[in-house]
């Protein structure tokens, strides 16, 4: 009988006796080689001559081996993979995996990881190596017997067989392996291993803080052995795990203590840091899904979100949250956390689970797992599929986390779990608990989403998983009682202090200017998450912030007083009262706009977190910057937020008592209606008092609230529930009234397409009354608007001049979400004086520009601009990384959009992550993604970026519509 094609041996040159190879032996290279360049050398040597054997009758072997390849090289490069797969290459080869197996001679476990079959560098704990593809002899023998090779050929060709074969190898290394990183005396142990010292060994036996499990740690705090709570001052040795950090200067603070326990922080309190036990059993239920965060170029965003396993997001995603809270695209990193139940009836001591991962950053190393606070090697298997991890774990509760890292994460990242193919009985689930939601909570939270395909927002309820209706958190944030730092004393901070000014004095009195304040700022921000000092980490965190103040800098200076307050016991939002204050004071130019931008989100996150006090304080603040920019419209704004928030503290208080009714009996008609009607009348968050309006007393308020909540998708029935809602408002006084006749505008926006007639003119009249429709033709006429060239403003329609540039900016805010709708057309240029001739066209001539505000900045979305040189007209997005006409701005499409001298349409759909701009009911832009790459070009020379304004180059344009619409709920 023909012998199966044994790629190793003919292709590597690594005989039977010697298969399945490790990682080193896979790349030709001596055992526990961890010279980077040999390892790098090694891996591309076997990929070039592997490539050439992709042209040959064993395609598919071929790359199988290119896989494996490519995954011995991604561990060996990594020095944490490879250091948790070296400590298991040699427990294994010190012959220690035959303890699992009873009959080694008749079914002998491996001696070595394979790497064609799946992961194997497994560190001790629960989590064990996958299944080997067939059983080896003893190393003693150097051949392998008759009967292990004829094992070996029938598991190659009866996959199914080698499947059952695995789960039994896999429960009984399991044993082994749980077993053996037990934690042991010296005397128990052998010669070898006590001399030894294998990082898992440590991990087991405590001598290095374990990642924390169940604590979704901020980046600032230190990752490395040595470099967390178990530090000391400056005067104890122990803080030699600060790289690079603050000389010592003067003697110790007032504070300093002999080292701690490395598994215990100060005061003999368990470290968040230290190693983590698993119940035996599930305590209390469970909630589906995973929680995180995200840190974007190493700080906190500022939100939570929950991602259910088995679903996809991708980088869309994570751009639409960035562009939400004015941040620009950085290095990014999400991390999820969750319980990996593992449960059911008559289980074995171990079973068998595949933890997958698909996601474009596996290859690089930017998608990690981690089990129990350990990481795990991912591997694709022989028979295809993502990569994947497989433990062997006791029935019970573990901690695992999902890590995702790079610049750009791409379309799909997908994690999921189940039990190993061959298990039968095990129930098997990822969720959380309060534990962890209080974990997660415990860092400055300004918003909740899910990140499962486009994200959308949460409530504290959702999240909580309350059964009915339930008022919302305290306006205390939940903080875990070890999650974050006590202040350090004035006396540690003063001795911080002069430490800091010793190191940097020269850098100090340099930054002088605002990009160099800027570059320090981030300079001391580096060095406070390598510093392992409490009080030299807040002083030197204090310092950057101020620097960023100094520097005109408000999103860097917000930025950092977020990790301030994730690090240490500081509220968040008196630490950005504090930060904006120091801004109003400085009276910087340059910091105008940008503090203007924050202090818009800020104030409308405050409210939205029930923080009133601090939300009248950050208007406050922005009416007075707004003052300084002499931006009349943003100060009445401010100033209305700031009553806004005022009457928002007072009603809040007065419904105490209801909330406290709710929470004891949740169906009480009355308590109900009296926190629905504040949350939907009077803060006007509908998705959030909707569910206690259902409950209300009041029949006809009830039945409104239930159709609404049913979110019809007919338009008969959206009509219906528009209308209902506007027979409620004509019974209410006028502030409720405009509140319920918005919510009833948000429903025909959603029907009126699908309306004609007198039906038609009667919802775009309602539209008008709630406020939902903006008419910018009637603001111009009224003079809330700003003419740079010459426009003419009549009953009804805009005109522009044949003018080089000429522009009209509205004096109105529009909303986060919003559409502009517009009917236009392009008017003939009039006749040239008698014997002239009109002058060539010029770069731009015919456009009709559109200036869409997007949260920090603004886009122009361009139409029909001329490029001379072609004579060719295009549409783009201006200006995308600084360019606009040019082939590198991805939304660059030519084409001519306007018919000449006929009435043309123009629609603009701006969303917190995309805009779209159709021209006759057709698409001529799309763009999704990050938001923060556009910004208004410089020619355009509009005062304020959060305004919308026409400009046309030399080609007059009559406007018929321009209609603002709030899209938002």
Same mark, same amino acid.
């Given at each position: 009988?023909?012998?199966?094609?044994?790629?190793?041996?003919?292709?590597?040159?690594?005989?039977?006796?010697?298969?399945?190879?490790?990682?080193?032996?896979?790349?030709?290279?001596?055992?526990?080689?961890?010279?980077?360049?040999?390892?790098?050398?090694?891996?591309?040597?076997?990929?070039?001559?592997?490539?050439?054997?992709?042209?040959?009758?064993?395609?598919?072997?071929?790359?199988?081996?290119?896989?494996?390849?490519?995954?011995?090289?991604?561990?060996?490069?990594?020095?944490?993979?490879?250091?948790?797969?070296?400590?298991?290459?040699?427990?294994?080869?010190?012959?220690?995996?035959?303890?699992?197996?009873?009959?080694?001679?008749?079914?002998?476990?491996?001696?070595?990881?394979?790497?064609?079959?799946?992961?194997?560098?497994?560190?001790?704990?629960?989590?064990?190596?996958?299944?080997?593809?067939?059983? +080896?002899?003893?190393?003693?023998?150097?051949?392998?017997?008759?009967?292990?090779?004829?094992?070996?050929?029938?598991?190659?060709?009866?996959?199914?067989?080698?499947?059952?074969?695995?789960? *039994?190898?896999?429960?009984?290394?399991?044993?082994?392996?749980?077993? $053996?990183?037990?934690?042991?005396?010296?005397?128990?142990?052998?010669? =070898?291993?006590?001399?030894?010292?294998?990082?898992?060994?440590?991990?087991?036996?405590?001598?290095?803080?374990?990642?924390?499990?169940?604590?979704?740690?901020?980046?600032?705090?230190?990752?490395?052995?040595?470099?967390?709570?178990?530090?000391?001052?400056?005067?104890?040795?122990?803080?030699?795990?600060?790289?690079?950090?603050?000389?010592?200067?003067?003697?110790?603070?007032?504070?300093?203590?002999?080292?701690?326990?490395?598994?215990?922080?100060?005061?003999?309190?368990?470290?968040?840091?230290?190693?983590?036990?698993?119940?035996?059993?599930?305590?209390?239920?469970?909630?589906?899904? /995973?929680?995180?965060?995200?840190?974007?170029?190493?700080?906190?965003?500022?939100?939570?979100?929950?991602?259910?396993?088995?679903?996809?997001?991708?980088?869309?995603?994570?751009?639409?949250?960035?562009?939400?809270?004015?941040?620009?695209?950085?290095?990014?990193?999400?991390?999820?956390?969750?319980?990996?139940?593992?449960?059911?009836?008559?289980?074995?001591?171990?079973?068998?689970?595949?933890?997958?991962?698909?996601?474009?950053?596996?290859?690089?190393?930017?998608?990690?797992?981690?089990?129990?606070?350990?990481?795990?090697? #991912?591997?694709?298997?022989?028979?295809?599929?993502?990569?994947?991890?497989?433990?062997?774990?006791?029935?019970?509760?573990?901690?695992?986390?999902?890590?995702?890292?790079?610049?750009?994460?791409?379309?799909?990242?997908?994690?999921?779990?189940?039990?190993?193919?061959? /298990?039968?009985?095990?129930?098997?689930?990822?969720?959380?608990?309060?534990?962890?939601?209080?974990?997660?909570?415990?860092?400055?939270?300004?918003?909740?989403?899910?990140?499962?395909?486009?994200?959308?927002?949460?409530?504290?309820?959702?999240?909580?998983?309350?059964?009915?209706?339930?008022?919302?958190?305290?306006?205390?944030?939940?903080?875990?009682?070890?999650?974050?730092?006590?202040?350090?004393?004035?006396?540690?901070?003063?001795?911080?202090?002069?430490?800091?000014?010793?190191?940097?004095?020269?850098?100090?009195?340099?930054?002088?200017?605002?990009?160099?304040?800027?570059?320090? =700022?981030?300079?001391?921000?580096?060095?406070?998450?390598?510093?392992?000092?409490?009080?030299?980490?807040?002083?030197?965190?204090?310092?950057?912030?101020? *620097?960023?103040?100094?520097?005109?800098?408000?999103?860097?200076?917000?930025?950092?007083?977020?990790?301030?307050?994730?690090?240490?016991?500081? $509220?968040?939002?008196?630490?950005?009262?504090?930060?904006?204050?120091?801004?109003?004071?400085?009276?910087?130019?340059?910091?105008?706009?940008?503090?203007?931008?924050?202090?818009?989100?800020?104030?409308?996150?405050?409210?939205?977190?029930?923080?009133?006090?601090?939300?009248?304080?950050?208007?406050?603040?922005?009416?007075?910057?707004?003052? $300084?920019?002499?931006?009349?419209?943003?100060?009445?704004?401010?100033?209305?937020?700031?009553?806004?928030?005022?009457?928002?503290?007072?009603?809040?208080?007065?419904?105490?008592?209801?909330?406290?009714?709710?929470?004891?009996?949740? $169906?009480?008609?009355?308590?109900?209606?009296?926190?629905?009607?504040?949350?939907?009348?009077?803060?006007?968050?509908?998705?959030?008092?909707?569910?206690?309006?259902?409950?209300?007393?009041? !029949?006809?308020?009830?039945?409104?609230?239930?159709?609404?909540?049913?979110?019809?998708?007919?338009?008969?029935?959206?009509?219906?529930?528009?209308?209902?809602?506007?027979?409620?408002?004509?019974?209410?006084?006028?502030?409720?009234?405009?509140?319920?006749?918005?919510?009833?505008?948000?429903?025909?926006?959603?029907?009126?397409?699908?309306?004609?007639?007198?039906?038609?003119?009667?919802?775009?009249?309602?539209?008008?009354?709630?406020?939902?429709?903006?008419?910018?033709?009637?603001?111009?006429?009224?003079?809330?608007?700003?003419?740079?060239?010459?426009?003419?403003?009549?009953?009804?329609?805009?005109?522009?001049?044949?003018?080089?540039?000429?522009?009209?900016?509205?004096?109105?805010?529009?909303? +986060?979400?919003?559409?502009?709708?517009?009917?236009?057309?392009?008017?003939?240029?009039?006749?040239?004086?008698?014997?002239?001739?009109?002058?060539?066209?010029?770069?731009?001539?015919?456009?009709?520009?559109?200036?869409?505000?997007?949260?920090?900045?603004?886009?122009?979305?361009?139409?029909?601009?001329?490029?001379?040189?072609?004579?060719?007209?295009?549409?783009?997005?201006?200006?995308?990384?600084?360019?606009?006409?040019?082939?590198?701005?991805?939304?660059?499409?030519?084409?001519?959009?306007?018919?000449?001298?006929?009435?043309?349409?123009?629609?603009?759909?701006?969303?917190?992550?995309?805009?779209?701009?159709?021209?006759?009911?057709?698409?001529?832009?799309?763009?999704?993604?990050?938001?923060?790459?556009?910004? #208004?070009?410089?020619?355009?020379?509009?005062?304020? !970026?959060?305004?919308?304004?026409?400009?046309?180059?030399?080609?007059?344009?009559?406007?018929?519509?321009?209609?603002?619409?709030?899209?938002?709920?």
């Amino acid at each position: 009988m023909t012998q199966p094609f044994d790629a190793y041996h003919i292709w590597l040159g690594i005989p039977p006796g010697e298969q399945p190879p490790d990682h080193y032996r896979l790349l030709g290279i001596p055992l526990f080689e961890h010279d980077p360049d040999v390892i790098e050398q090694a891996a591309e040597r076997q990929t070039a001559f592997l490539r050439q054997m992709e042209t040959g009758p064993h395609r598919e072997t071929a790359q199988r081996l290119l896989r494996e390849i490519a995954q011995a090289r991604a561990t060996l490069l990594n020095p944490a993979a490879r250091g948790t797969y070296d400590e298991v290459l040699r427990h294994l080869k010190a012959g220690k995996a035959a303890a699992s197996s009873s009959n080694a001679a008749a079914a002998p476990l491996r001696s070595t990881p394979s790497p064609l079959e799946g992961s194997d560098d497994s560190g001790p704990g629960t989590w064990i190596a996958s299944p080997p593809l067939g059983a +080896e002899t003893r190393r003693s023998t150097g051949v392998p017997s008759r009967r292990s090779r004829n094992l070996l050929s029938y598991l190659w060709n009866h996959p199914a067989a080698a499947a059952g074969a695995a789960v *039994l190898i896999l429960i009984g290394a399991g044993l082994y392996v749980v077993w $053996d990183s037990r934690p042991r005396p010296p005397a128990e142990r052998g010669d =070898a291993a006590r001399g030894e010292r294998l990082a898992g060994d440590d991990l087991a036996r405590g001598d290095v803080p374990a990642p924390g499990a169940g604590v979704i740690p901020s980046r600032s705090e230190p990752s490395k052995p040595g470099a967390g709570d178990a530090a000391v001052g400056p005067s104890g040795s122990a803080n030699s795990g600060s790289s690079g950090g603050i000389p010592r200067a003067g003697p110790p603070p007032p504070s300093a203590v002999p080292a701690a326990n490395p598994g215990t922080a100060p005061g003999g309190v368990a470290s968040a840091a230290g190693p983590q036990t698993t119940a035996e059993s599930p305590a209390a239920e469970l909630l589906p899904g /995973m929680l995180g965060r995200i840190s974007v170029a190493g700080e906190d965003l500022g939100v939570l979100v929950r991602y259910m396993p088995g679903d996809a997001f991708g980088q869309a995603a994570i751009d639409r949250l960035l562009t939400r809270y004015g941040l620009e695209k950085a290095d990014l990193e999400v991390r999820l956390e969750g319980i990996l139940r593992v449960g059911g009836q008559n289980l074995p001591p171990f079973v068998g689970v595949e933890l997958a991962v698909t996601s474009p950053l596996v290859d690089s190393g930017g998608a990690e797992l981690s089990f129990e606070g350990r990481p795990l090697p #991912l591997r694709v298997f022989g028979g295809g599929g993502p990569p994947k991890a497989v433990l062997g774990v006791k029935p019970g509760d573990h901690r695992i986390a999902w890590t995702l890292k790079g610049t750009d994460l791409g379309a799909e990242n997908r994690f999921t779990v189940g039990p190993l193919r061959g /298990m039968v009985g095990p129930e098997i689930t990822v969720g959380y608990d309060a534990e962890l939601l209080k974990a997660c909570q415990g860092l400055p939270t300004l918003g909740r989403y899910s990140l499962n395909g486009e994200p959308a927002e949460l409530s504290a309820e959702e999240l909580a998983g309350s059964a009915g209706p339930q008022p919302p958190p305290s306006e205390t944030p939940a903080v875990a009682a070890d999650a974050r730092r006590p202040v350090p004393s004035s006396a540690d901070q003063a001795w911080a202090k002069n430490s800091l000014q010793e190191k940097y004095r020269k850098e100090l009195a340099d930054a002088d200017r605002p990009e160099t304040r800027s570059l320090l =700022a981030r300079t001391l921000m580096k060095e406070a998450d390598q510093e392992s000092h409490p009080a030299l980490r807040y002083v030197l965190r204090t310092e950057a912030r101020d *620097l960023a103040v100094k520097a005109g800098d408000p999103f860097l200076a917000v930025q950092i007083g977020e990790t301030i307050a994730a690090e240490f016991h500081r $509220d968040v939002w008196e630490v950005h009262v504090e930060t904006l204050g120091e801004i109003r004071k400085g009276k910087l130019v340059i910091a105008r706009e940008p503090a203007l931008t924050v202090l818009q989100s800020l104030v409308r996150s405050a409210i939205r977190e029930d923080r009133y006090e601090a939300a009248k304080s950050l208007a406050e603040i922005g009416e007075g910057i707004a003052q $300084d920019a002499r931006d009349l419209v943003l100060r009445e704004a401010f100033k209305e937020a700031s009553e806004k928030a005022q009457s928002l503290a007072t009603a809040y208080q007065a419904i105490q008592g209801a909330l406290a009714a709710v929470r004891t009996k949740g $169906d009480d008609p009355a308590a109900n209606e009296a926190v629905g009607r504040f949350y939907c009348l009077v803060k006007q968050d509908w998705k959030a008092g909707l569910p206690y309006l259902a409950k209300a007393g009041h !029949a006809v308020l009830r039945s409104a609230a239930e159709n609404d909540l049913a979110g019809p998708t007919s338009p008969p029935a959206q009509l219906r529930v528009a209308d209902d809602w506007w027979a409620y408002a004509e019974s209410l006084e006028d502030a409720d009234k405009a509140a319920v006749r918005r919510r009833a505008g948000y429903w025909y926006l959603k029907t009126e397409k699908f309306q004609s007639g007198e039906q038609l003119a009667r919802v775009r009249q309602r539209l008008a009354e709630s406020g939902r429709a903006v008419d910018l033709i009637a603001a111009a006429t009224s003079r809330k608007a700003l003419h740079m060239g010459t426009w003419q403003a009549g009953r009804g329609v805009l005109v522009s001049a044949p003018q080089p540039l000429t522009k009209i900016v509205f004096q109105v805010l529009p909303p +986060e979400e919003y559409d502009l709708v517009l009917g236009l057309q392009p008017l003939p240029l009039p006749a040239p004086p008698q014997g002239r001739k009109n002058p060539p066209p010029v770069a731009g001539q015919g456009a009709f520009m559109i200036g869409l505000p997007l949260g920090r900045s603004s886009a122009v979305a361009v139409l029909d601009w001329l490029q001379t040189t072609e004579n060719v007209q295009y549409v783009f997005l201006a200006n995308y990384d600084g360019k606009g006409p040019d082939p590198a701005n991805p939304t660059l499409r030519r084409g001519q959009v306007f018919r000449a001298s006929q009435p043309n349409s123009a629609v603009c759909q701006v969303r917190p992550d995309s805009i779209t701009v159709l021209t006759n009911g057709v698409p001529v832009i799309e763009f999704r993604g990050d938001l923060g790459r556009l910004s #208004l070009p410089r020619e355009i020379g509009v005062g304020s !970026a959060r305004r919308i304004f026409f400009a046309t180059v030399l080609v007059p344009y009559q406007v018929t519509q321009a209609e603002l619409r709030d899209v938002g709920e």
